[in-house]
């Protein structure tokens, strides 16, 4: 007497295709949702000072920067007290570094649910840039207090932030997928990421003005797609000799698609094979 064993294949897939995966997207938007709100849970939940360390880095930085670029160099500051003029480019800068790093690492994170069921990858590190908006967003109400106490007051230009900062989340998701989508395959990823953006926060004008920069290299210059960023923020909050230095901007912005879309475009490529991987 035999018996015949019936086993059962589970398939994630993952690869469907453009249309269908675009709707899926706003079809688990509540896996978006609950992912978000669980990084931002874990970030702070097992802190000793909770959500003042969100605040305490780009404080010191914007100290330090004061004190070798303002006290040391004499470099001018456009018109504005020195700390914001660093403060106001550590709030874009900060945000940037920690979405790009959190979501650079959320694949390898979320490797568990990777191998069990479907959804659109992208949820993963869209969801994990959440908590660097969180703390943007506790940093621009410090940025707002050193404004009332040195009594510098942005202009109409203000309104213009919310465009920059889409600039800067375009970026970073851009660069956060790439990294994730790398990292999956090539674990180094993780690890030097920290090191480049080490580097890139001294190579971008964080702790100066980019009009300090030689005309004949401002273009060039520009091609990094945070001096367009951190342009934009010191002329919508600052405002005075802070101009948009507009070739530089368009400069930015074509970086920043090429980033988004060679990004999406190799996620997309290698998304079918993380569950794999991880």
Same mark, same amino acid.
């Given at each position: 007497?035999?018996?015949?064993?019936?086993?059962?294949?589970?398939?994630?897939?993952? =690869?469907?295709?453009?249309?269908?995966?675009?709707?899926?997207?706003?079809?688990?938007?509540?896996?978006?949702?609950?992912?978000?709100? @669980?990084?931002?849970?874990?970030?702070?939940?097992?802190?000793?000072?909770?959500?003042?360390?969100?605040?305490?880095?780009?404080?010191?930085?914007?100290?330090?920067?004061?004190?070798? #670029?303002?006290?040391?160099?004499?470099?001018?500051?456009?018109?504005?007290?020195?700390?914001?003029?660093?403060?106001?480019?550590?709030?874009?800068?900060? #945000?940037?570094?920690?979405?790009?790093?959190?979501?650079?690492?959320?694949?390898?994170?979320?490797?568990?649910?990777?191998?069990?069921?479907? #959804?659109?990858?992208?949820?993963?590190?869209?969801?994990?840039?959440?908590?660097?908006?969180?703390?943007?967003?506790?940093?621009?109400?410090?940025?707002?207090?050193?404004?009332?106490?040195? @009594?510098?007051?942005?202009?109409?230009?203000?309104?213009?932030?919310?465009?920059?900062?889409?600039?800067?989340?375009?970026?970073?998701?851009?660069?956060?997928?790439?990294?994730?989508?790398?990292?999956?395959?090539?674990? =180094? #990823?993780?690890?030097?990421?920290?090191?480049?953006?080490?580097?890139?926060?001294?190579?971008?004008?964080?702790?100066?003005?980019?009009?300090?920069?030689?005309? =004949?290299?401002?273009?060039?210059?520009?091609?990094?797609?945070?001096?367009?960023?951190?342009?934009?923020?010191?002329?919508?909050?600052?405002?005075?000799?802070?101009?948009?230095?507009?070739?530089?901007?368009?400069?930015?912005?074509?970086?920043?698609?090429?980033?988004?879309?060679?990004?999406?475009?190799?996620?997309?490529?290698?998304?079918?094979?993380?569950?794999?991987?991880?």
């Amino acid at each position: 007497m035999s018996k015949t064993r019936e086993t059962s294949e589970i398939v994630i897939a993952a =690869d469907r295709d453009d249309r269908h995966y675009w709707l899926d997207l706003w079809r688990f938007r509540e896996l978006f949702y609950f992912l978000a709100w @669980r990084d931002v849970l874990v970030r702070y939940k097992q802190t000793l000072i909770g959500i003042a360390w969100s605040l305490l880095r780009p404080i010191l930085t914007m100290v330090i920067f004061t004190l070798v #670029f303002s006290k040391l160099a004499k470099l001018p500051s456009g018109g504005a007290p020195y700390p914001l003029l660093v403060f106001s480019a550590m709030l874009p800068w900060h #945000f940037f570094g920690s979405a790009i790093l959190d979501a650079g690492g959320s694949l390898i994170g979320g490797s568990n649910l990777l191998s069990k069921v479907y #959804f659109p990858r992208l949820i993963v590190p869209a969801s994990a840039m959440v908590a660097a908006l969180l703390d943007f967003a506790i940093s621009l109400v410090v940025l707002v207090a050193l404004m009332l106490w040195y @009594r510098h007051y942005p202009g109409i230009a203000v309104l213009a932030l919310p465009l920059f900062l889409l600039l800067v989340v375009t970026v970073a998701f851009g660069v956060g997928i790439w990294i994730a989508s790398l990292s999956v395959k090539y674990r =180094d #990823f993780q690890f030097v990421a920290p090191f480049v953006l080490q580097a890139g926060l001294y190579l971008s004008p964080v702790g100066f003005s980019s009009a300090i920069v030689p005309a =004949d290299w401002r273009l060039l210059y520009s091609l990094n797609p945070l001096v367009g960023v951190i342009d934009g923020f010191r002329w919508a909050l600052l405002g005075g000799t802070h101009q948009v230095y507009l070739p530089g901007l368009v400069a930015s912005i074509l970086t920043t698609s090429l980033i988004l879309v060679s990004g999406i475009w190799y996620f997309r490529r290698t998304e079918r094979f993380f569950a794999d991987v991880v």
